[in-house]
C-alpha cells in the first residue's frame, strides 16, 4: 500500500511525545475530584479507548498547570513502562482527563492520522526498536527522547486514511469475534445448566 511519496521520519516529527501527568502514590477516586484520571486497568492494547462510568477516578491535581496532559480525541496513549508496550487511542473521554507518568501523550500533528501512528506503533519493526531500548529490571521503562526518535514512514494523507481504515476494521472484527466467544459461552452454559436441571427434576418425579 506504501509508494514512493513515502517518506521516513521520527516519530516527534509526527506528534508532539509528551509525558503523562507524575503523581506521589496511588491514586483514589475523590467525591470533588475535577479531573478524571486514565490508568493502565482502563485501557486495552488494539482498542480505541471510550470512557466508561465504571472507570470513574477523579481527583483534584496540585498546584501544577496540568494542561499539557489533558487528553482529548484523537490522542495516543502509548505505555512506555513494563515489559510490554502498546499505543491506545483516545476515542472519547470526559473533559479535563489527564494520563499519569505509566503513559507517554502523544498528539498528532495535523498531516498524521492518529489511526494510522497507532498502526505504526504496533508493527514489528517498531516493537523491536522498543524492545531495544527498554531500560531497568525492576520497572523497566522507555527512553522519552528516545522514542520519540524511531523511524516510521510516512506516505500521503491517502495512503494514511486507506492504512488507518484498516486497522479500524481489524478491531471491528477482533470485538465482534471476542463478542460471538462470549455469547457462544453464554449459550452453552445455558444449555448446560437446562439439561442438568431436568436431570434433577426427572430424579425428584421417579417413584
Not at 510516512?154 to 486514511?161: A, G, H
Not at 463478542?179 to 426427572?202: C, D, P, T, Y
Request: proline share 8%; aromatic share 8%.
Amino acid at each position: 500500500m506504501l509508494h514512493d511519496a513515502t517518506r521516513f521520519v521520527r516519530i516527534r516529527d509526527c506528534a508532539a511525545v509528551l509525558p503523562g501527568f507524575s503523581t506521589k502514590g496511588a491514586l483514589s477516586d475523590q467525591p470533588n475530584g475535577t479531573h478524571q484520571v486514565v490508568m493502565g486497568k482502563h485501557v486495552e492494547q488494539g482498542t480505541p479507548y471510550i470512557f466508561d462510568e465504571r472507570h470513574r477516578l477523579r481527583i483534584v491535581p496540585d498546584s501544577r498547570d496540568v494542561a499539557k496532559y489533558i487528553l482529548e480525541p484523537g490522542d495516543i496513549l502509548f505505555m512506555s513502562r513494563g515489559m510490554y508496550s502498546y499505543a491506545v487511542l483516545i476515542e472519547d473521554v470526559p473533559d479535563p482527563t489527564i494520563a499519569p507518568s505509566t503513559f507517554f501523550i502523544l498528539k498528532p500533528h495535523p498531516h498524521v492520522i492518529p489511526e494510522y501512528l497507532v498502526w505504526c506503533l504496533e508493527q514489528q519493526a517498531t516493537e523491536a526498536r522498543l524492545n531495544a531500548m527498554r531500560t531497568g529490571a525492576g520497572a523497566p521503562m522507555i527512553p522519552r527522547g528516545a522514542f520519540a526518535e524511531i523511524p516510521i514512514p510516512l506516505p500521503e494523507k491517502s495512503v494514511q486514511r486507506g492504512i488507518a481504515e484498516l486497522w479500524r476494521l481489524q478491531w471491528r472484527e477482533a470485538r465482534l469475534q471476542q463478542e460471538l466467544m462470549e455469547e457462544k459461552g453464554r449459550l452453552a452454559r445455558l444449555v448446560g445448566s437446562r439439561i442438568f436441571n431436568s436431570f434433577g427434576q426427572a430424579d425428584r418425579e421417579e417413584p
